[in-house]
Each structure stands twice: as C-alpha cells, then as structure tokens.
C-alpha cells in the first residue's frame, strides 16, 4: 500500500515561486519505477494534469505550465517535487500528488495573488 502526502503549498504573489513535496510511503522498491504525477483541481472544474514524471525520468507538462514548472524526484528521499516559478493568478487550486495506480493525496493549497 503506498501513501502520499503533500506540502509546500501557499500564498504566493504573481511572478513568486513555491516548491510543492510529494512524500511517498508504503511497500515500494524504488519511486524511479514509478508514474508520477501532479494535478491541480479548481472549484467547479475536473481536475487536470499538470505535470508527470515516468519511469524513465521522462516528463511531460500541460501546455499552460511549460517553460514555468518542474517536476522531479529524489528517490533516497521518497519524494516527487513540482517547482512551481513565474506563479500566475490562474495557477491557484489544490495540488494532488498522483501515483498512477489510483493512489492520491490528500492534497495542498496554492493561492497565486495579482
């Protein structure tokens, strides 16, 4: 069974930077085999993608975050990073941290202010 739980989350003004922690526990060998992802919900809206990382080490981004956001992973720490720089007012919601396999968080604030 793998737990996760984010921090970092926060209010930021527009053009700041925060880094967000996604800590994984459980029965698990290694996070670089792992799919990783963060998400990020609104009210009223689906939650959306935002950035994954795979076994590979490759990533992948959702268009409105490219060049601004990274995500990254410490495996002797158990934990998956999103850097979040250039925070925009519409990058505000509640961060899930994702393990492919249906495993969620309990998720993190982020408040961008204009």
């Known amino acids: 069974q793998v737990q996760l739980v984010e921090s970092g989350g926060g209010l930021v003004q527009a053009g700041g930077s925060l880094r967000l922690s996604c800590a994984v526990s459980?029965?698990?060998?290694?996070?670089?085999?792992?799919?990783m992802g963060w998400y990020r919900q609104v009210p009223g809206k689906q939650r959306e993608l935002v950035a994954v990382?795979?076994?590979?080490?490759?990533?992948n981004y959702a268009d409105s975050v490219k060049g601004r956001f990274t995500i990254s992973r410490d495996n002797a720490k158990r934990t998956v990073y999103l850097q979040m720089d250039s925070l925009k007012p519409e990058d505000t919601g509640v961060y899930y941290c994702?393990?492919?396999?249906?495993?969620w968080g309990q998720g993190t604030q982020v408040t961008v202010s204009s």
């Open positions: 994702n393990e492919a396999r249906g495993v």
């Open positions: 459980g029965t698990i060998f290694s996070i670089n085999t792992m799919v």
């Open positions: 990382i795979i076994g590979g080490g490759r990533t």
